[in-house]
């Protein structure tokens, strides 16, 4: 079975930082584009950033200055630092990954369960 795993999120104050992992596991042959989305109450789900195999990234206007998404392909990972948090930023951050399995060798689209992230004083 593959999946994927998040951590890192929690409660932190305007203008703090935090940093969130998500890892695939399972039996993957290779993954390809990842990336960060998120959910607000009430509001659509939103793309936080992204980034390709070969490291180019792509952000959200929102995001763009505070959050850098960056993975280490040899684990798997993929990690957002977010700095400089709003209280707008308070939101459900899911990951994604467009991995390729070695029993299909097809692509599929993973999501994490999601982790909250709460920036209030």
């Known amino acids: 079975q593959v999946q994927l795993v998040e951590s890192g999120g929690g409660l932190v104050q305007p203008g703090g930082s935090l940093r969130l992992s998500c890892a695939a596991s399972g039996s993957i042959f290779r993954i390809n584009d990842m990336g960060w989305y998120r959910q607000a109450p009430g509001k659509q789900r939103e793309l936080v950033a992204t980034?390709?195999?070969?490291?180019?990234?792509n952000y959200a206007d929102s995001v763009k200055g505070r959050f850098t998404i960056s993975r280490d392909n040899d684990k798997n990972t993929v990690y957002l630092q977010m700095n400089s948090l709003k209280p707008e930023d308070t939101a459900v951050y899911c990951c994604y990954a467009a991995a390729i399995t070695t029993s299909s060798l097809s692509q599929v689209n993973l999501w994490g369960q999601g982790t909250q992230v709460t920036v209030s004083s």
């Open positions: 980034i390709t195999r070969r490291g180019s990234t």
